[in-house]
């Protein structure tokens, strides 16, 4: 029996980590997680070299996150993913393809940088790697059948090792680098997924999986995945962190006046929007949750209302709204923010932005609270 396997069907409570996807935004979330890795580290003061695969027996993440997911994976600290992610981020978002480039009416940026980036952070590990030292799941979605694949790293999983499939020997940065692929974006990634057949992989964050809470929770409990864990309060606590978002706000003049173009813009933030809304209300329905959020003036925070009467995990939601008002309140830079700065900050691809979005990220993080952790 492996030490992953050992490790994945050990006694006792189960912490699942989630890394929502968001483009360059996936810098916010490293502030997060800096702060998150200081708790724990202090929580386990006879583990110097602590790490967050230490403590957590599943990570996963969606796009972005599934980055900054395969890193902390294999052992690396928050600091080492930063450097690694701003160097990164600076080469995948970085110069547009020329309007006269043929290949740019498949994809804006050149995916070759990405990567290279990628085969730098992973190297040759494989998803089935000795170098993954806990439960690891990356979200992508294939394209030809417009299905969610949560691809795992579980050593009993159906498609790690049979005639159905060999995920286990996938490059990690190749499995990564399918769930980042968003479309207009980057070009698709081609995969051979099983003998003779070849997956095409987009971003999976085109999905319900955008925020990959839910998504993680079925890997970790429903039985075709394997894992098996058991439901409880005091059995799994799911950790969720986001890339940040904007408010989104139209007046009805432009709603009336809106044009195909302008609709064909907005649909995909606003599905975004309601698949991570959708999330949030099921997450917080489920769960007991120090840290949820009012969801609308109807519901409100769900704090009273269980699911079957009782919490079925314990949930920790991490993000921030990206406003004036928040980000003035905040005092992350000594200036005032604008109408401008809130546009510039919620784009996914300002690589310019990565450093003041993960100051951000590490102001926003004093919501992160070392009681959060007491129980686990």
Wanted: contains cysteine.
């Amino acid at each position: 029996m492996s030490a992953l396997l050992d490790r994945i069907n050990s006694p006792g409570p189960k912490k699942i980590l989630s890394l929502d996807g968001g483009g360059i935004r996936g810098a916010l979330t490293l502030g997060y997680l800096k702060k998150i890795e200081d708790i724990l580290k202090a929580k386990f003061p006879d583990k110097p070299d602590f790490r967050l695969s230490d403590y957590f027996d599943l990570i996963g993440g969606t796009s972005t996150g599934a980055i900054i997911a395969g890193c902390l994976a294999i052992g690396k600290s928050v600091d080492e993913i930063k450097d690694l992610y701003m160097d990164l981020g600076s080469k995948i978002f970085g110069e547009k393809r020329n309007w006269w480039d043929f290949n740019r009416l498949r994809a804006t940026y050149n995916y070759q940088p990405m990567e290279e980036g990628l085969k730098q952070a992973f190297g040759e590990i494989k998803l089935g790697g000795e170098e993954i030292k806990t439960g690891l799941c990356i979200v992508a979605k294939r394209a030809d059948t417009n299905s969610i694949w949560p691809l795992i790293n579980h050593p009993l999983g159906r498609f790690y090792d049979s005639e159905d499939g060999k995920n286990k020997d996938l490059d990690l940065w190749r499995v990564v680098r399918a769930s980042t692929a968003a479309p207009t974006y980057f070009a698709p990634q081609m995969i051979e997924v099983s003998a003779g057949q070849t997956a095409a992989f987009i971003d999976g964050g085109l999905s319900m999986a955008n925020n990959p809470s839910l998504t993680l929770l079925m890997v970790a409990t429903l039985s075709g995945f394997k894992f098996h864990w058991p439901m409880g309060e005091d059995k799994i606590l799911l950790v969720s962190v986001g890339t940040g978002y904007g408010e989104f706000k139209k007046k009805y003049k432009e709603i009336d006046k809106a044009t195909l173009l302008s609709w064909a813009a907005n649909i995909p933030e606003m599905l975004m929007q309601d698949a991570s809304w959708q999330n949030q209300v099921i997450l917080q329905w489920i769960s007991k949750s120090p840290t949820a959020d009012s969801l609308d003036m109807e519901i409100g925070d769900l704090k009273n209302d269980f699911m079957g009467m009782n919490p079925l995990i314990s949930y920790l939601r991490y993000n921030f709204c990206i406003t004036c008002a928040n980000l003035n309140a905040l005092k992350a830079e000594d200036r005032n923010y604008t109408d401008d700065d809130v546009k510039s900050l919620t784009d996914m691809s300002k690589a310019s932005n990565r450093e003041v979005l993960y100051q951000l990220g590490s102001k926003a993080a004093t919501a992160v609270k070392p009681e959060h952790f007491a129980k686990f």
